[in-house]
């Protein structure tokens, strides 16, 4: 495959000037190749910066549109709301994440009834900005249930899909899921409504960021792996979107993203669909701190998100996605 030698072949030819490096480029990214997460907050007029993760905010309702008309003007396809749920509202089973009124349903309608369909909606179905335990599920003797919270999950996806969420994306790793909410989905109706499966999801140290501007840091008894994914694994991750597939998931996500390059790209290649990739929260901290102590270059952030590109990801979940307009220029 590889063809031609040196000195009659000089790949450094094509480098030398800038315009034919441009020439060549093999991936390139653009902004619709990004979803932007917000992160919600009750109250009025308000941006509270989350300290781990410096340049992100926790905004109260009233500011979404300004976020929105920004996301708009740089041409995003989407973005993902995340609440931070009040503790005094979080309990044992949830129960915040079907209440109709809570953050996310208040946050879809506003977004719904001011744009329509300029911008896509994504919201996660899991329950831990919901619950006191801060585990994405029900929990029984400290474990987590499978069947159990699979159905309150069909009952928030049903309630997010009714207030006009066009992308569902269960995040809670719950083996069956995505068959019963796609079920329950067609069933009411709500048959263009779209999944996209957190299908390889990852118990990842990488989410501490996360869990704290949702608010679920503290809280969080334990960790994760007895339901997301051990990251020794592989193959195992090719059986989750298999089944993730057949249950019909209509994208699918690896998460996090940048240690987890390989899976992106086996991923693709082996099944053809369209994949997205999470640069998660402990990504975005360490990328930041290191520019912001001059430890490295501004660049490094679109060097790290075009190699999701060059894995194989048709689009990008990223915290930079509100400064595109700078890191692309
Ligand atoms: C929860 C959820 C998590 C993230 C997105 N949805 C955290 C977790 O599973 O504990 C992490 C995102 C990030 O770290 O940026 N279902």
């Keep these: 495959m590889i063809t031609g030698k040196f000195p009659s072949l000089r790949l450094r030819r094509s480098r030398k000037n ?13 902004a619709s190749d990004f979803i932007l997460p917000i992160f919600l907050i009750e109250g009025k007029n308000k941006k509270i910066p989350v300290k781990s993760m410096q340049g992100v905010f926790r905004h109260t309702l009233d500011k979404l549109p300004s976020i929105i008309d920004k996301s708009l003007k740089m041409n995003l396809p989407m973005i993902a709301l995340f609440p931070n749920t009040k503790t005094n509202k979080k309990n044992k089973k949830g129960s915040e994440a079907l209440n109709e009124d809570n953050l996310v349903c208040r946050a879809i309608q506003l977004i719904k009834k001011r744009y329509k369909n300029q911008i896509g ?12 335990h801060g585990h994405d599920g029900l929990l029984k003797s400290k474990y987590v249930l499978n069947d159990e919270t699979v159905e309150v999950l069909i009952k928030q996806s049903l ?20 068959g019963k909410i796609r079920k329950s989905l067609d069933k009411s109706g709500y048959n263009m409504t779209q999944i996209l499966s957190y299908a390889v999801k990852y ?12 608010g679920s840091k503290g809280l969080l008894n334990g960790n994760k792996k007895n339901y997301q994914m051990d990251f020794r694994n592989s193959d195992e991750a090719l059986r989750e979107v298999a089944l993730d597939i ?5 994208m699918v996500m690896v998460k996090p993203g940048l240690p987890y390059l390989d899976i992106i790209k086996s991923v693709k ?7 997205l990739a999470y640069q998660v929260s402990g990504e975005y901290s360490l990328l930041t701190n ?3 102590k001059r430890l490295i270059d501004n660049d490094v952030i679109i060097e790290s998100l075009t190699s999701f590109k060059r894995a194989g990801a048709n689009a990008i979940v990223s915290y930079f996605a509100d400064r595109l307009d700078k890191i692309l220029k």
Aim: charged share 25%.
């Design 18 to 30: 800038e315009w034919s490096r441009r020439l060549i480029q093999e991936n390139n990214l653009t």
């Design 121 to 132: 909606i994504m919201c996660d179905v899991a329950l831990d900005p919901y619950t006191s």
């Design 159 to 178: 309630l997010q899909a009714q207030m006009g969420c066009d992308v569902l994306a269960p995040s809670d790793m719950m083996d069956g899921r995505i």
């Design 203 to 214: 118990a990842s140290g990488y989410y501490g960021p996360f869990r704290d501007a949702v």
């Design 246 to 250: 057949k249950e019909g998931a209509d």
């Design 269 to 275: 290649e082996n099944f053809k669909v369209p994949v």
């Design 290 to 292: 290191g520019i912001n």
